[in-house]
């Protein structure tokens, strides 16, 4: 299990070669639940289902790739950043059903709704906007809980890895409202 450079949150270590390879089968045939949050510019305002190829590597291959946007929340903030009176940003949640290099952020690109603080994918004005107004240089994007069979016991593992202190007060100063209920 892996999750891109500059996203935050949960990721699966093995401790020996079996565990290793019975959850590497577990991920190969998507029978993990996972699942990410983000925070992108512009409103999502209706669940969207993005079946759209993305590249892998440098050789920008493309490879299919499925997800599903959840909304969560919106605001607009009546500051102007870029050519805009006021700034729209969302809350949601991104369940990957296939699990490529990049997926998300290349999803949500795909669009118009970069996520904030994504400096390859991402929206320059609005990035440098949430990093000056807000002191956050990260990317608003988290693997937030994973779910898996234990390679041993076959037991049910649900890992939950909430929200960093810098997430949570970005996201009150934006008044994006994050559910209490996201276990």
Do not use: C
């Amino acid at each position: 299990h892996r999750i891109d450079r500059g996203t935050s949150g949960i990721v699966a270590f093995a401790l020996d070669p079996v565990s290793a390879d019975g959850i590497s089968r577990q991920f190969r045939d998507r029978e993990t639940q996972k699942r990410y949050f983000a925070i992108v510019r512009g409103h999502i305002t209706e669940e969207t289902s993005v079946d759209k190829p993305v590249k892998r590597g440098s050789d920008g291959e493309l490879t299919p790739a499925q997800s599903v946007i959840h909304p969560i929340s919106t605001t607009v903030l009546k500051e102007p950043v870029g050519p805009y009176d006021e700034a729209w940003y969302s809350f949601v949640e991104v369940e990957l059903l296939t699990g490529r290099t990049h997926q998300a952020r290349q999803h949500l690109k795909s669009l118009s709704r970069p996520v904030l603080g994504d400096n390859k994918n991402g929206d320059r004005t609005h990035n440098r906007f949430i990093r000056e107004r807000f002191g956050v240089p990260y990317m608003f994007l988290r693997s937030y809980s994973l779910t898996f069979s234990h390679p041993e016991s076959d037991e049910e593992v649900h890992a939950v890895a909430g929200f960093p202190e810098w997430w949570v007060s970005a996201s009150e100063a934006l008044r994006l409202h994050i559910p209490q209920n996201l276990g």
